[in-house]
């Protein structure tokens, strides 16, 4: 075997090992984005334990502490879930605030153990409109 | 009249680079060089006059261009005011312009001093970039349109046309509020930029030679210079990134695998690749081919980036609205990886001639382990960051990849990079023995044991900082016994002094020893980035005024919380002093900025440099009317290296770029002097 064939081979092989390794490893660590009426609409896929994110906005009024553990209800203007944040809240989180948690389900309540608060890029736009949409 | 200004210099750039690749053309086919001059002139002057127009529109308070309107506000101060130039959509292409156009100077000037088809063609290739991106302005992000209907707050309606009749808004609502609680904002982009779009240059010599189809080492020399140029702003944009994140985003991190970071890490790899292979086709005539797949992949990797980050297909700070900038930045990053693979495709045999290794145990092994290791990293970042939104648009389900998948993969081949760092300045051209290897890696082995050992057991057990330590020793042993084995062996034959010798040595070989800093600055991030990630503390705790923690040696007391305010923003903070072993140390005020009636505020955290690392304070929730903040400390060990390496590194990069320079001028003067 010349030795062009050599590197040839070898090289093919190190990238399907890799290729390999890389997707086995993707799977193992995607986690879904569902907004409240997707998590509830697939409430059956997702049992209790397994982790995915929660993306909402804070519903006014919900907040409240519990101990170490921060309570609030998210929503996507169709459908409501209760969380409980058992971790350390972002900076100046509140209500009315859009987050994206990680967690899981324990019943009918999200089990979120991180919280961020998504800065999109539209903080130009006030809440009561009177600005065009993009 | 400035949308006009603007309008103007923006048409007669898009004429400059249209004109480029057409002059370009016709001198790199007959060889006649004339007059492509005034294309690139062109092309300076109309995107220096575009960006001057948005400055000055900035700076005056002209809201009645849609960009000043819809990003700016009377109250942004200085330098938020200019830098807004850059911060959203079409400024920011409007900054890309005009570093294209300068560095499109660069080359012009290069190509005049011996002008040649190759630097012809070259100047041909930039100019379809430019034809691309001007063409972005002058219609789907076009930064000069004039507002035809104000709104409350910024416009609601535009016109490109720049006599259109304005209807002026009285206040914009300002840039993005992250994006003006920092200085760097203003430094960050434009450094980025300079490394992003410097990597045009070499793109372009690589295909003036596939198409012209000349052999030989010149585009080779000219791409390889103008990467190392890019490469360390790239390096230095990077790290002023992350140096942001750390001491502004309040999280006490400086890299999170977000698709914007990865987009700026994978032409890095791939450069970095590329910045050591081309220096084995300089020495050995190998590797011509893949040199070229380097080279063009950069480039589409920085399309790619760009893409990836101005399409608003990613949701985070870089990312601005949907528009139709998304479907043609793809559209062009198809057209380069097309274009340029199929030339390649068709041309290879032309340029690439390459030798074949005499035995991978020699200085062109450890370069072709190095470019896989870099690679493949770039490989995994890319899948990894691409996954979700390929999945996204096959399937509609919105993923995440995670940190873990990222690090899992990252941590090892940054540790091997490490060990063919240590291996490779060693280790001889062509073939060597192994008895060589042992003695030059003899002495640097028994110092990164030691100093392994010694840190396991005065500073920490952890398996990653002890590795790093050790094969940052590694490193640093061989690089260290390299340079005093050649002042030896020079101060023995011109019985010279030691220190003179060394210092000859050094001077004597400058981009060679300049390559080493930057390996001796990657060795310090390594260990700072291992340090900071396995040994920070952490903790959460609800404080009164007068109430006192202790945290990692510091006892820190909250003392009152304050409130500060100006025309742009109110500051709602805590005052915290800081003591150790009841002295003073510091007073940290984490806070928390409300720009302009806003109802969320940004959290500004309070940094305290130490040498063993940092305090980090955090405001999690402002002082409420009792007083009682809600307050997280974190310690940073030893971060500070990662900082000191990653402007080591960068300073590596200048220092060849110089050392470059004194040779070629050495090289020259000695042509003269044949003549």
Same mark, same amino acid.
């Given at each position: 075997?010349?030795?062009?064939?050599?590197?040839?081979?070898?090289?093919?092989?190190?990238?399907?090992?890799?290729?390999?390794?890389?997707?086995?490893?993707?799977?193992?660590?995607?986690?879904?984005?569902?907004?409240?009426?997707?998590?509830?609409?697939?409430?059956?896929?997702?049992?209790?334990?397994?982790?995915?994110?929660?993306?909402?906005?804070?519903?006014?009024?919900?907040?409240?502490?519990?101990?170490?553990?921060?309570?609030?209800?998210?929503?996507?203007?169709?459908?409501?879930?209760?969380?409980?944040?058992?971790?350390?809240?972002?900076?100046?989180?509140?209500?009315?605030?859009?987050?994206?948690?990680?967690?899981?389900?324990?019943?009918?309540?999200?089990?979120?153990?991180?919280?961020?608060?998504?800065?999109?890029?539209?903080?130009?736009?006030?809440?009561?409109?009177?600005?065009?949409?993009? | 009249?400035?949308?006009?200004?603007?309008?103007?210099?923006?048409?007669?750039?898009?004429?400059?680079?249209?004109?480029?690749?057409?002059?370009?053309? @016709?001198?790199?086919?007959?060889?006649?060089?004339?007059?492509?001059?005034?294309?690139?002139?062109?092309?300076?002057?109309?995107?220096?006059?575009?960006?001057? $127009?948005?400055?000055?529109?900035?700076?005056?308070?002209?809201?009645?261009?849609?960009?000043?309107?819809?990003?700016?506000?009377?109250?942004?101060?200085?330098?938020?005011?200019?830098?807004?130039?850059?911060?959203?959509?079409?400024?920011?292409? #409007?900054?890309?312009?005009?570093?294209? $156009?300068?560095?499109?100077?660069?080359?012009?000037?290069?190509?005049?001093?011996?002008?040649?088809?190759?630097?012809?063609?070259?100047?041909?290739?930039?100019?379809?970039?430019?034809?691309?991106?001007?063409?972005?302005?002058?219609?789907?992000?076009?930064?000069?349109?004039?507002?035809?209907?104000?709104?409350?707050?910024?416009?609601?309606?535009?016109?490109?046309?720049?006599?259109?009749?304005?209807?002026?808004?009285?206040?914009?609502?300002?840039?993005?509020?992250?994006?003006?609680?920092?200085?760097?904002?203003?430094?960050?982009?434009?450094?980025?930029?300079?490394?992003?779009?410097?990597?045009?240059?070499?793109?372009?010599?690589?295909?003036?030679?596939?198409?012209?189809?000349?052999?030989?080492?010149?585009?080779?020399?000219?791409?390889?210079?103008?990467?190392?140029?890019?490469?360390?702003?790239?390096?230095?944009?990077?790290?002023?990134?992350?140096?942001?994140?750390?001491?502004?985003?309040?999280?006490?991190?400086?890299?999170?695998?977000?698709? #914007?970071?990865?987009?700026?890490?994978?032409?890095?790899?791939?450069?970095?690749?590329?910045?050591?292979?081309?220096?084995?086709?300089?020495?050995?005539?190998?590797?011509?081919?893949?040199?070229?797949?380097?080279?063009?992949?950069?480039?589409?990797?920085?399309?790619?980036?760009?893409?990836?980050?101005?399409?608003?297909?990613?949701?985070? #700070?870089?990312?601005?609205?949907?528009?139709?900038?998304?479907?043609?930045?793809?559209?062009?990053?198809?057209?380069?990886?097309?274009?340029?693979?199929?030339?390649?495709?068709?041309?290879?045999?032309?340029?690439?001639?390459?030798?074949?290794?005499?035995?991978?145990?020699? /200085?062109?092994?450890?370069?072709?382990?190095?470019?896989?290791?870099?690679?493949?990293?770039?490989?995994?970042?890319?899948?990894?960051?691409?996954?979700?939104?390929?999945?996204?648009?096959?399937?509609?389900?919105?993923?995440?990849?995670?940190?873990?998948?990222?690090?899992?993969?990252? @941590?090892?081949?940054?540790?091997?990079?490490?060990? #063919?760092?240590?291996?490779?300045?060693?280790?001889?051209?062509?073939?060597?023995?192994?008895?060589?290897?042992?003695?030059?890696?003899?002495?640097?082995? @028994?110092?990164?044991?030691?100093?392994?050992?010694?840190?396991?057991?005065?500073?920490?057990?952890?398996?990653?900082?002890?590795?790093?330590?050790?094969?940052?020793?590694?490193?640093?042993?061989?690089?260290?016994?390299?340079?005093?084995?050649?002042?030896?062996?020079?101060?023995?034959?011109?019985?010279?002094?030691?220190?003179?010798?060394?210092?000859?040595?050094?001077?004597?070989?400058?981009?060679?020893? $300049?390559?080493?800093?930057?390996?001796?600055?990657?060795?310090?991030?390594?260990?700072?980035?291992?340090?900071?990630?396995?040994?920070?503390?952490?903790?959460?705790?609800?404080?009164?005024?007068?109430?006192?923690?202790?945290?990692?040696?510091?006892?820190?007391?909250?003392?009152?919380?304050?409130?500060?305010?100006?025309?742009?923003?109110?500051?709602?903070?805590?005052?915290?002093?800081?003591?150790?072993?009841?002295?003073?140390?510091?007073?940290?005020?984490?806070?928390?900025?409300?720009?302009?009636?806003?109802?969320?505020?940004?959290?500004?955290?309070?940094?305290?440099?130490?040498?063993?690392?940092?305090?980090?304070?955090?405001?999690?929730?402002?002082?409420?009317?009792?007083?009682?903040?809600?307050?997280?400390?974190?310690?940073?060990?030893?971060?500070?290296?990662?900082?000191?390496?990653?402007?080591?590194?960068?300073?590596?990069?200048?220092?060849?770029?110089?050392? /470059?320079?004194?040779?070629?001028?050495?090289?020259?003067?000695?042509?003269?002097?044949?003549?």
């Amino acid at each position: 075997m010349g030795q062009r064939q050599f590197i040839l081979l070898g090289t093919v092989g190190v990238i399907a090992l890799i290729g390999g390794i890389t997707i086995a490893g993707l799977n193992d660590n995607l986690t879904y984005y569902l907004y409240p009426n997707e998590a509830v609409e697939r409430r059956a896929e997702f049992v209790d334990g397994e982790t995915f994110r929660l993306a909402g906005r804070v519903v006014s009024g919900s907040m409240s502490e519990e101990g170490d553990d921060m309570t609030f209800d998210v929503t996507d203007g169709s459908a409501t879930i209760p969380v409980v944040l058992i971790n350390t809240p972002p900076p100046l989180f509140n209500e009315e605030v859009p987050v994206l948690l990680e967690g899981s389900w324990a019943g009918d309540t999200f089990i979120a153990e991180s919280a961020l608060i998504r800065h999109d890029e539209n903080y130009e736009i006030p809440a009561e409109g009177n600005y065009p949409e993009p | 009249m400035l949308a006009f200004l603007g309008s103007a210099g923006m048409l007669v750039a898009l004429l400059g680079a249209g004109l480029l690749v057409w002059r370009g053309v @016709v001198a790199a086919r007959t060889d006649r060089h004339a007059n492509i001059d005034s294309a690139a002139r062109m092309l300076l002057s109309g995107s220096v006059v575009a960006m001057g $127009a948005m400055v000055i529109a900035l700076l005056t308070d002209d809201f009645s261009l849609v960009y000043t309107a819809n990003h700016h506000a009377r109250a942004t101060p200085f330098p938020f005011d200019v830098a807004t130039a850059w911060a959203a959509l079409e400024g920011s292409i #409007v900054l890309w312009g005009l570093i294209l $156009a300068v560095y499109t100077w660069f080359v012009l000037r290069r190509y005049r001093r011996s002008p040649d088809r190759l630097g012809a063609a070259a100047l041909a290739v930039i100019g379809v970039v430019g034809v691309f991106f001007f063409g972005l302005m002058a219609t789907v992000a076009n930064p000069f349109e004039v507002c035809v209907q104000a709104a409350n707050v910024g416009c609601a309606d535009s016109s490109m046309w720049p006599f259109a009749a304005a209807d002026i808004p009285s206040d914009g609502p300002g840039p993005n509020r992250l994006l003006q609680n920092h200085f760097m904002m203003a430094i960050h982009p434009p450094i980025l930029y300079l490394g992003y779009v410097g990597m045009t240059v070499p793109f372009a010599y690589a295909i003036g030679a596939l198409a012209l189809g000349v052999a030989g080492p010149d585009w080779l020399r000219r791409s390889h210079r103008s990467t190392l140029v890019a490469w360390s702003f790239l390096t230095l944009g990077i790290l002023l990134g992350g140096w942001w994140a750390y001491e502004v985003l309040s999280w006490g991190g400086y890299w999170a695998w977000d698709p #914007v970071e990865n987009a700026s890490l994978m032409p890095w790899l791939v450069a970095t690749a590329f910045l050591h292979s081309g220096i084995v086709q300089q020495r050995r005539g190998m590797l011509q081919a893949w040199n070229l797949i380097l080279v063009i992949s950069t480039f589409s990797l920085t399309i790619l980036g760009t893409f990836l980050t101005r399409s608003g297909t990613i949701n985070s #700070v870089h990312s601005f609205t949907q528009s139709a900038i998304g479907p043609a930045l793809l559209g062009f990053l198809v057209l380069t990886l097309v274009g340029s693979f199929t030339l390649f495709s068709t041309r290879a045999d032309v340029v690439a001639t390459s030798p074949r290794i005499d035995s991978f145990v020699s /200085r062109e092994g450890t370069f072709l382990f190095n470019n896989l290791l870099l690679t493949i990293y770039a490989f995994v970042v890319l899948i990894g960051t691409t996954y979700p939104l390929i999945l996204e648009a096959f399937t509609g389900t919105q993923v995440g990849v995670g940190e873990p998948f990222f690090n899992r993969l990252a @941590v090892p081949l940054s540790f091997l990079l490490l060990l #063919v760092m240590g291996f490779g300045p060693i280790t001889p051209w062509r073939s060597t023995d192994a008895g060589l290897l042992w003695r030059r890696t003899r002495t640097p082995v @028994v110092v990164a044991l030691a100093m392994g050992l010694l840190t396991a057991g005065l500073v920490s057990r952890n398996g990653w900082v002890v590795l790093s330590v050790t094969l940052g020793f590694f490193v640093l042993g061989t690089i260290a016994g390299l340079a005093v084995e050649q002042a030896r062996r020079r101060a023995d034959k011109m019985s010279e002094a030691l220190p003179e010798a060394l210092r000859k040595v050094l001077t004597g070989d400058g981009t060679f020893w $300049a390559g080493q800093l930057s390996h001796a600055g990657v060795v310090l991030v390594a260990i700072g980035i291992a340090f900071a990630a396995n040994l920070g503390a952490h903790t959460e705790v609800v404080l009164s005024p007068g109430d006192a923690v202790d945290f990692e040696g510091f006892t820190i007391t909250y003392e009152s919380p304050f409130q500060v305010s100006n025309p742009s923003k109110t500051t709602v903070g805590a005052r915290l002093t800081v003591t150790r072993e009841g002295s003073f140390v510091a007073l940290v005020e984490p806070a928390a900025n409300f720009f302009g009636g806003d109802e969320t505020g940004i959290p500004t955290p309070d940094v305290l440099h130490r040498p063993g690392g940092d305090l980090y304070v955090t405001l999690i929730a402002p002082p409420t009317a009792t007083g009682s903040a809600r307050i997280t400390f974190d310690t940073s060990p030893m971060i500070w290296l990662l900082w000191l390496g990653g402007l080591t590194t960068v300073t590596g990069g200048f220092l060849a770029m110089a050392a /470059r320079r004194r040779e070629r001028e050495v090289v020259a003067d000695r042509q003269t002097a044949h003549v």
